[in-house]
């Protein structure tokens, strides 16, 4: 991050930068904590989830609000301004990922407190591994000011949507063998396609990195020309 003259404009910008790393921690230990809950009917580590995801909606405000004062007081340009948008894109994006690991909790607390009886069995962890590996790097590269991840990202992020209908199919074809099954394999179906849009989020996020190094917007395009670019 450039060096500015005011020492002031320096901390206020860092300290934006941490408090969206710290809001992307919490996030992150909201989706482990939402998968291992589903994997072993952790009852109170899931409504701990429920509880957080509150703390990240307050923490997306008060970055927001921060972040606007400084556009309104400091009126930066070129990267401080980047810098800046960049921000308030990675904390919506980390809210709607919160979102996500709620609905998962959700889901596991329905499936532990019925009947988990004719719940199929699914493994989701490639899956989960993979978009927290993807959310990892969108953050790396945020704290490093690197935006070389992205496409690795984007081939994770094709992987996890192969991950995905891999899943849909063995679920349906569940649901064909056994129709006692239906209900349990739907919520199942939710928790999968929560994990696919965190993939989704996380690549929005390794993009919104290569926009503020690089002044580049490289949405919607192949991996070849995004390769050329970062």
Do not use: W
């Amino acid at each position: 991050m450039p060096q500015h003259t005011s020492k002031e404009f320096d901390k206020e910008l860092e300290a934006i930068r941490t408090s969206v790393l710290e809001l992307g921690g919490l996030v992150e230990g909201m989706i482990r904590s939402a998968i291992s809950g589903l994997d072993d009917g952790n009852i109170a580590l899931l409504r701990d989830v429920l509880h957080r995801e509150k703390q990240v909606n307050r923490m997306e405000v008060d970055i927001d609000d921060r972040c606007n004062h400084v556009i309104a007081r400091r009126q930066p340009t070129a990267y401080d301004l980047r810098f800046v948008l960049t921000c308030m894109k990675m904390i919506r994006d980390l809210e709607r990922i919160g979102d996500e690991a709620e609905k998962i909790a959700r889901m596991a607390l329905f499936i532990h407190e019925s009947n988990a009886r004719f719940t199929p069995r699914v493994e989701l962890s490639a899956m989960f591994d993979l978009v927290m590996k993807m959310m990892h790097q969108s953050l790396d590269g945020f704290a490093r000011n690197d935006s070389s991840s992205l496409a690795e990202v984007i081939r994770e992020d094709i992987a996890v949507d192969d991950q995905f209908r891999n899943t849909l199919r063995l679920l349906i074809s569940y649901m064909i063998e056994d129709s006692r099954t239906i209900s349990r394999s739907i919520d199942l179906l939710f928790v999968a396609k929560a994990l696919e849009r965190i993939g989704d989020h996380s690549k929005n996020m390794s993009e919104h990195v290569v926009y503020m190094v690089k002044g580049r917007d490289v949405r919607h395009q192949d991996i070849e020309d995004v390769e050329k670019q970062v």
